[in-house]
T-cell receptor, first 115, second 114 residues
Framework: EAGVTQFPSHSVIEKGQTVTLRCDPI?????LYWYRRVMGKEIKFLLH????????ESGMPNNRFLAERTGGTYSTLKVQPAELEDSGVYFC?????????????FGEGSRLTVL | AQSVTQLGSHVSVSEGALVLLRCNYS??????LFWYVQYPNQGLQLLLK??????LVKGINGFEAEFKKSETSFHLTKPSAHMSDAAEYFC????????????FGKGTHLIIQP
């Protein structure tokens, strides 16, 4: 069974440009999460989808970030326009609906570098 | 407020020595606790989890952790370190309700000296 996959693995862009990160969760997982780790800091929650609906987006930094999950399958996270402080590793995670112990399955992350 | 604290951003041990990575939490409700590991150029992998059953939890690769409510701790241990254990380790907590995600500590780099 394929795990959580993220694309691209690394993106280097200039300030003011736009970047779109993609996440494909484990097949059948209704819950999809985005997290971000800025260098030297802890991994922080950004938002949570249940199927195509945003369940909790309290961690989104500002309105330059837009997450979508059309059809309840893969998700995209767009940053527009990117700023220097957006640099970091963006992790996607998914979880099935069985139980509620909080265990998440993570992808390898997308490293974003804004110059 | 909910928080997870990992003591020490870097821990260095000799190969064959005991590994001890510390994690303390703060939560207003009984939490679920996790240790994740990230090897270089890989994603986060679940090592073990505490979900209110046994307080001593065994995970993969010989790691284990003990939930101590009185100390609000969930330290990770391994009796004998191996070179392949070199990685970054994250303690995380899920309290349910409220914010719907995991709360992570800042991570600890485990360095294994030959």
């Amino acid at each position: 069974e394929a795990g959580v996959t993220q694309f691209p693995s690394h993106s280097v862009i200039e300030k003011g440009q736009t970047v779109t990160l993609r996440c494909d969760p484990i097949s059948g997982h209704d819950n999809l999460y985005w997290y971000r780790r800025v260098m030297g800091k802890e991994i922080k929650f950004l938002l949570h989808f249940v199927k195509e609906s945003k369940q909790d987006e309290s961690g989104m930094p500002n309105n330059r970030f837009l997450a979508e999950r059309t059809g309840g399958t893969y998700s995209t996270l767009k940053v527009q326009p990117a700023e220097l402080e957006d640099s970091g590793v963006y992790f996607c995670a998914s979880k099935g609906i069985q139980g509620n112990t909080g265990e998440l399955f993570f992808g390898e992350g997308s490293r974003l570098t804004v110059l | 407020a909910q928080s997870v604290t990992q003591l020490g951003s870097h821990v260095s041990v000799s190969e064959g020595a005991l590994v001890l990575l510390r994690c303390n939490y703060s939560s207003s409700v009984p939490p679920y606790l996790f240790w994740y590991v990230q090897y270089p150029n890989q994603g986060l992998q679940l090592l073990l989890k505490y979900t209110s059953a046994a307080t001593l939890v065994k995970g993969i690769n010989g790691f284990e952790a003990e939930f101590k409510k009185s100390e609000t701790s969930f330290h990770l241990t391994k009796p004998s370190a191996h070179m392949s254990d070199a990685a970054e380790y994250f303690c995380a907590m899920y309290s349910g309700g409220g914010a719907d995600g995991l709360t992570f500590g800042k991570g600890t780099h485990l360095i294994i000296q030959p």
